[in-house]
């Protein structure tokens, strides 16, 4: 019996996940904020050693070269390879959408079917399970809504550039997303505010202020460097209403975070309607929920109208895999094509 890993290497996380004769025996997410320099995945690799040594082999599919470390996505994807081929070796399988599972030179030699295209893997995945589904793969900084029509994904884009027109990229995250690139107003208080444009808070102080526990799932600092407690979001989240936080009740501020929740949800359940209006799903085709988001996802297919499953059930995650198997969706998908 042999373990091969797939790794997902993003603009924020490194996710690895390891299967062995199809079965998922591990996953983790590791914080890889590459937008600061090379040296972060270095440093996410190296976290990820004690994993990434249990493989006999790697696939991995990748969306950091849309980093603004790199003056374009070409020139990311080639500076990715080239650490991922010095750090996993020159037999790695390289994810390359359309086109499946290539070498470190298919991969050079067609970047574009490289870069951003980690969605179609799990999308690959989910179309061995079901014939008809849409998958809407919510994670901390975009959501993919790609529907699979007689065992095939079928997006109309395969790149961000076309798929942010589809429906098929709505870029908003479960936690990194500013409050300011939501809603631009919100009532408080009995009257619509203008929200100021600045990253003074995110929706991971909106959902913790809505008693969401985020302590596993959000890794990155907060907007004033400051601590993640409800109260510390509170604040940061009444400087968009150019207030302090005393100034409200604690129930106001729920309302205010409810109602910022709701307009990203919206947004989300817009690209579902876009993506349905073009070529509709049966009634009977579920909603196949992925990400650190999924719960929200959940939430969006009883919107739908449409039964919802878990993408960790999907796949059979253990118990003390599920949350790591759903939000590293793109990681597991790669591990589990190639194995």
Request: aromatic share 6%.
């Amino acid at each position: 019996m042999t373990i091969r890993a797939g790794l997902d290497v993003g603009g924020a996380h490194l996710k690895v996940a390891l299967v062995e004769d199809g079965r998922l025996v591990d996953v983790r997410q590791i914080v890889c904020p590459l937008w600061q320099g090379l040296d972060r995945l270095d440093r996410a690799l190296a976290d990820a050693k004690p994993l990434l040594a249990r493989a006999a082999s790697h696939a991995f599919t990748m969306t950091g070269e849309l980093s603004d470390l790199f003056p374009d996505r070409t020139t990311g994807v080639a500076t990715l390879l080239d650490r991922l081929e010095r750090e996993l070796g020159s037999g790695t399988a390289v994810w390359m959408g359309s086109r499946g599972f290539g070498s470190f030179a298919d991969a050079r030699a067609q970047p574009a079917e490289v870069g951003s295209t980690n969605f179609l893997a799990t999308a690959a995945l989910v179309a061995r399970h079901y014939a008809d589904a849409l998958l809407i793969d919510f994670g901390s900084t975009t959501g993919d809504v790609i529907p699979v029509y007689n065992g095939k994904p079928q997006p109309v884009g395969l790149t961000d550039g076309v798929r942010q027109t589809t429906g098929e990229l709505v870029y908003t995250g479960y936690t990194r997303t500013s409050v300011m690139a939501v809603t631009t107003r919100a009532p408080f208080q009995g009257q619509w505010v203008g929200l100021a444009r600045e990253h003074f808070a995110s929706m991971a102080d909106v959902r913790r202020i809505l008693g969401v526990d985020l302590a596993l799932v959000d890794l990155h600092a907060t907007a004033d460097g400051k601590d993640k407690s409800p109260a510390s979001s509170l604040t940061r989240l009444a400087r968009m209403f150019g207030r302090d936080a005393a100034e409200g009740t604690p129930e106001d501020w729920r309302v205010v975070a409810s109602y910022v929740r709701e307009a990203q949800l919206r947004s989300l359940l817009d690209g579902a309607a876009q993506v349905l209006s073009r070529r509709p799903l049966p009634l009977s085709a579920p909603v196949i929920g992925a990400g650190i988001g999924a719960a929200d996802v959940a939430d969006l297919a009883a919107r739908l109208g449409r039964t919802y499953h878990s993408f960790d059930a999907m796949v059979g995650a253990s118990a003390d895999l599920r949350l790591w198997a759903t939000a590293c969706a793109p990681a597991v998908a790669v591990a589990l094509l190639s194995d």
